[in-house]
């Protein structure tokens, strides 16, 4: 195992050379993920949907991945866990406990899911398998990766089920997922992504197909098994206030690339990004009336043409002849643990105001 420098959350840290929090110091991060890319083949040639990403994750950190759909936030989630199926392709490093998983084959990547990697997917219907009761599917887990007789297995398996809220889960356990409500069968879905105790759980849109008050409970409930579990969290949302009750860092992406990145309530405050700043003003939250509620003007670049230049610029208030040619990189700001990338980071962050 390569020992590595002990860096905080920093995407694009090793390119910017910016260092973390004093104190951090041998202690090596949980996961390393620099310069990942990952593009697809398509009708039109080979499309990038994620350019250059790079951040640390520490064990017990919680990082949200934000963006709109087609940001490449998804799929920077699935890569992390090896779910980038052929004719897609991943390059760059994604170091988990010292160990770089590209090019790991599915036997090896195995051994990670699980223990190490868990993920809980947004459609929980499409996560279960239909034909299987939800307690043989949690005690085959237990007994295939843990050894566990049937015994002890239905035993962990209703431990499980009662640690994500579900009521009399002893009961519940010859039920089929179709006999479950969306929230709680997110909440099973949940069970088994920890099942075998991971050290990193990565969730996709967990909650964006379920009703409002669900939604808050599940967000409670992961928030809640990250504070008892210990595990870290990466949480891909495309919703500024709920990566806010989960996370404490976040990353935002646009066009396959980490646009800015940082404490999530300093980002919040005063974001230095033209684009966080646009998707904080487009948040029905923010808005007191119609009329404070701002929609971002146009639509995401079309990843199968490149926009010359910072790729924000045909939406971006503050966009100037440089942006247009010159595309960013992605910089430390004098805020500790903030980095942004725009040639205008100054405006930006007072034009915040
Ligand atoms: Fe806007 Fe220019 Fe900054 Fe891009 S680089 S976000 S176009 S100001």
């Known amino acids: 195992m390569k020992p590595l420098k002990d860096r ?13 929090h004093k104190g951090d110091e041998g202690n090596a991060p949980l996961l390393a993920v620099r310069d990942l890319a990952v593009d697809f083949a398509t ?11 790079s951040f640390t994750l520490k064990a017990g950190q919680s990082l949200a991945i934000l963006g709109e759909s087609g940001s490449g936030k998804s799929v920077t989630g699935r890569a992390l866990l090896g779910l980038i199926d052929p004719p897609g392709r991943v390059r760059g490093t994604i170091e988990f406990e010292g160990n770089d998983l590209v090019g790991w084959d599915e036997n090896r990547l195995n051994t990670v899911r699980g223990p190490g990697i868990s993920m809980v997917f947004q459609d929980s219907l499409d996560s279960l398998n239909p034909v299987f009761s ?5 005690t085959e887990l237990l007994r295939v990766r843990q050894g566990m007789d049937r015994r002890a297995a239905r035993e962990r398996a209703v431990s499980l089920l ?31 992504a920890i099942a075998l105790r991971p050290r990193l759980l990565i969730a996709d849109e967990p909650t964006t197909a379920l009703d409002v008050t669900v939604q808050a409970e599940i967000l409670r409930l ?33 066009a ?60 971006c208030p503050l966009a100037t002849a440089r942006c247009t040619t010159e595309a960013p990189e992605l910089l ?20 915040a105001h």
């Open 8 to 20: 905080r959350l920093r995407p694009d840290a090793e390119a910017q050379g910016h260092e973390g």
């Open 222 to 254: 992961i928030r809640n098994l990250r504070q008892e579990t210990g595990m870290a969290l990466v949480f891909v949302t495309h919703d500024l206030a709920v990566a806010r009750l989960v996370a404490t860092d976040v990353a935002v992406m646009y």
């Open 256 to 315: 396959g690339k980490i646009v800015e990145r940082g404490a999530i309530d300093a980002i919040y405050r005063r974001p230095a990004h033209p684009y966080t700043r646009a998707l904080l003003a487009s948040q029905p939250e923010s808005a007191r009336t119609w009329s404070d509620l701002r929609p971002i003007p146009g639509s995401p670049p079309d990843k199968a043409h490149a926009v010359p230049g910072c790729a924000f610029h045909p939406r």
């Open 43 to 53: 009708d039109r040639g080979r499309v990038a949907a994620v350019r250059g990403v």
């Open 134 to 138: 939800i307690g043989s599917q949690l």
């Open 162 to 192: 009662r640690q994500v809220g579900i009521p009399a889960a002893g009961e519940r356990l010859g039920d089929y997922p179709h006999q479950f409500s969306g929230g709680m069968r997110q909440r099973v879905c949940i069970a088994l």
């Open 332 to 351: 430390p700001l004098a805020e500790a643990d903030r980095s942004s990338r725009c040639h205008h980071t100054e405006e930006a962050l007072h034009a």
